[in-house]
């Protein structure tokens, strides 16, 4: 990453995910309507925002992190994995995703549902069969990535937000659903970068809080584009929040208030991000970037 130009880095640092995941499930000895379903939504698009943070963060500490691209790939398949879980009947039931038909609205259910496990468990397996880092560093990887995608991280935020449908919850109560739904992996993508990195106790320290005021940062964001985003750049409808019956910032705080909100986690999340000592810029170009967003 030595060019100056952010979106070309930004860009370089998505085809290297785009080239390097299709690879890790076309190669798999599996049933070929499983591998077409897990495909399916691999291909379907997406910023692979959580691969290219990891990517940025192992290069602020000065790092090769191509060599890491297994890791990489498998924190898109955990996040690939929970939209398809996501839009499923039984949670958000979304028709559309990235501009096209869900998983379920093409290969059913019940399909929907394995390319979803398949995914995540692929990603430990991936991890696991990594030849960048060492036995020991794999296996803290692997353990901090089940905490931030199982019931203390990711499940549990899902559980959060679907107790909270057609209810006003309090501030609180919105911030640990997104904590967990959106945040975890989030930061889970920095922590494991600085790891691999060989990152100290204080960096990571530092750079843990980064990724809490981050992912809520970006969680806000979201919200606000389902009030007025475009539907035709975002991909899915919007509004859904509201029909879904879900607490979002701007009900709670109006999208006036949500807008503050935001303005503030951004400031707090670059105030960690400086306090870890390392090359911050295209980390604080990126924050930028997620929260300007227009899908």
Request: proline residues 2%.
């Amino acid at each position: 990453m030595n060019t100056d130009n952010f979106l070309e880095i930004l860009q370089n640092s998505k085809q290297e995910i785009d080239e390097a995941l299709p690879a890790k499930v076309e190669s798999l000895e599996t049933r070929t309507d499983l591998k077409e379903a897990m495909l399916y939504s691999i291909l379907a698009g997406g910023k692979r925002l959580r691969p290219i943070l990891f990517l940025m963060t192992i290069e602020a500490f000065g790092k090769d992190s191509t060599q890491s691209i297994d890791v990489g790939c498998a924190i898109e398949m955990v996040h690939t994995y929970s939209l398809i879980h996501d839009d499923l009947p039984a949670m958000d039931n979304d028709d559309f995703r990235r501009g096209n038909l869900t998983n379920h609205k093409v290969y059913g259910e019940a399909m929907a549902i394995l390319a979803g496990d398949a995914l995540l468990t692929l990603a430990f397996q991936t991890i696991a069969q990594s030849s960048a880092v060492t036995s020991d560093l794999i296996v803290e990887l692997i353990g901090k990535l089940a905490v931030a995608a199982g019931p203390e991280g990711m499940v549990d935020g899902q559980a959060a937000d679907i107790e909270a449908e057609g209810k006003t919850i309090a501030l609180n109560d919105l911030e640990h659903i997104h904590r967990h739904k959106t945040g975890a992996l989030l930061g889970y993508s920095i922590v494991a970068g600085a790891k691999i990195a060989g990152g100290s106790k204080e960096q990571i320290a530092q750079l843990t809080q980064f990724a809490h005021h981050l992912g809520l940062a970006f969680q806000i964001q979201d919200d606000i584009l389902d009030v007025e985003g475009d539907e035709s750049v975002i991909g899915k409808p919007i509004g859904s929040d509201l029909e879904n019956k879900k607490s979002t910032y701007p009900q709670l705080l109006t999208l006036e208030g949500a807008k503050e909100k935001l303005v503030q986690e951004v400031a707090q999340a670059k105030e960690y991000l400086y306090k870890a000592n390392i090359d911050h810029s295209w980390l604080e170009k990126f924050t930028d970037y997620m929260v300007s967003r227009d899908h």
